[in-house]
């Protein structure tokens, strides 16, 4: 099994960033899609990015485009987001997972197994 812990989570003004870290228990993760979600007190999960297994390929939720950039080091099992020029609206629990359901939408929440507890991300106006 594999375990995933989010990291890198902070309080910020706005305009400032932060760089988020997942890293996963073992070597398994890195045969997975990797993905971003947020979520704020009884919401659901909200899609923010993901990257492929290799990193070649990136997809970003129109709310974060151009501000967040999503990459990974697979001989760490290790992801990142970095997040630039963060909003208010950015506020949210974020956490990272791995893909395990190709016939779902990269973007929604059930194609993703495996939830860690998340890092919280504060940004005041």
């Known amino acids: 099994q594999v375990q995933l812990v989010e990291s890198g989570g902070g309080f910020v003004q706005a305009g400032g960033s932060l760089r988020l870290s997942c890293t996963a228990s073992g070597r398994s993760s890195a045969i997975y899609d990797m993905g971003w979600f947020r979520q704020t007190p009884g919401k659901e999960h909200e899609f923010v990015a993901a990257t492929t297994y290799s990193g070649s390929r990136s997809t970003y939720a129109d709310s974060v485009k151009g501000r967040f950039t999503v990459s990974r080091d697979n001989a760490k099992n290790t992801v990142y987001l970095q997040m630039n020029s963060l909003k208010p609206e950015d506020t949210a629990v974020y956490y990272c997972?791995?893909?395990?359901?190709?016939?779902?939408?990269?973007?929604?929440?059930?194609?993703?197994?495996?939830w860690g507890q998340g890092t919280q991300v504060t940004v005041s106006s």
């Open positions: 997972s791995k893909r395990q359901r190709a016939s779902a939408p990269i973007s929604s929440p059930s194609a993703y197994g495996d």
